[in-house]
T-cell receptor, first 115, second 112 residues
Framework: EAGVTQFPSHSVIEKGQTVTLRCDPI?????LYWYRRVMGKEIKFLLH????????ESGMPNNRFLAERTGGTYSTLKVQPAELEDSGVYFC?????????????FGPGTRLTVT | LAKTTQPISMDSYEGQEVNITCSHN???????ITWYQQFPSQGPRFIIQ???TKVTNEVASLFIPADRKSSTLSLPRVSLSDTAVYYC?????????????FGKGTKLSVIP
């Protein structure tokens, strides 16, 4: 079974540019989460999708970040315009609805560098 | 959310048993304790979860005393490949959104 995949693995952009990160969850997982770790900080929750609906977006830092999950399959996270403080590693995770554990399956992350 | 406190780092020799203790004094009745492991350049990976007493799986054991204010992750006979960061998390059951709250974690270094 394929795990959670993320693309790209690394992105370097200039301040003010736009970047779109993609996450493909494990097939059949309706829960999809985005997290990020900025330099020197802990991994922080950004938002949670159940299928195509945003269940919780309390962690989104500001309106420069837009997450979508059309069709309830893969998800994209767009940063527009990117700022220097957006540099970090963005993780995607997925899990099954109804799973009574807190086992979320994480992807390898996308390392974003804003210069 | 209950705050967790765990050692910043630990060193161990190969073949030894490693115990990482996490304190969570403000844990609530419906909170579960979950541990994740993270290798460099990878996302975190679920290890074990428990509510009280002892839980064991093929990877680790989790000991939770009756007052649930702390928990101990036990890794039997560690190898070099167990070098990673270990996170202790406390998460409320049935909260709707199962967001995970990560702390700084414990960086375990296994020495040959």
């Amino acid at each position: 079974e394929a795990g959670v995949t993320q693309f790209p693995s690394h992105s370097v952009i200039e301040k003010g540019q736009t970047v779109t990160l993609r996450c493909d969850p494990i097939s059949g997982h309706d829960n999809l989460y985005w997290y990020r770790r900025v330099m020197g900080k802990e991994i922080k929750f950004l938002l949670h999708f159940v299928k195509e609906s945003k269940q919780d977006e309390s962690g989104m830092p500001n309106n420069r970040f837009l997450a979508e999950r059309t069709g309830g399959t893969y998800s994209t996270l767009k940063v527009q315009p990117a700022e220097l403080e957006d540099s970090g590693v963005y993780f995607c995770a997925s899990s099954q609805v109804g799973d009574t554990t807190y086992e979320q399956y994480f992807g390898p992350g996308t390392r974003l560098t804003v210069t | 959310l209950a705050k967790t406190t765990q050692p910043i780092s630990m060193d161990s020799y190969e073949g030894q048993e490693v115990n990482i203790t996490c304190s969570h004094n403000n844990i609530a009745t419906n909170d579960y304790i979950t541990w994740y492991q993270q290798f460099p350049s990878q996302g975190p990976r679920f290890i074990i979860q428990g509510y009280k007493t002892k839980v064991t799986n093929e990877v680790a054991s989790l000991f939770i005393p009756a007052d649930r204010k702390s928990s101990t992750l036990s890794l039997p006979r560690v190898s070099l490949s167990d070098t990673a960061v270990y996170y202790c998390l406390v998460t409320a059951l049935g909260a709707g959104s199962y967001q995970l709250t990560f702390g700084k974690g414990t960086k375990l270094s296994v020495i040959p």
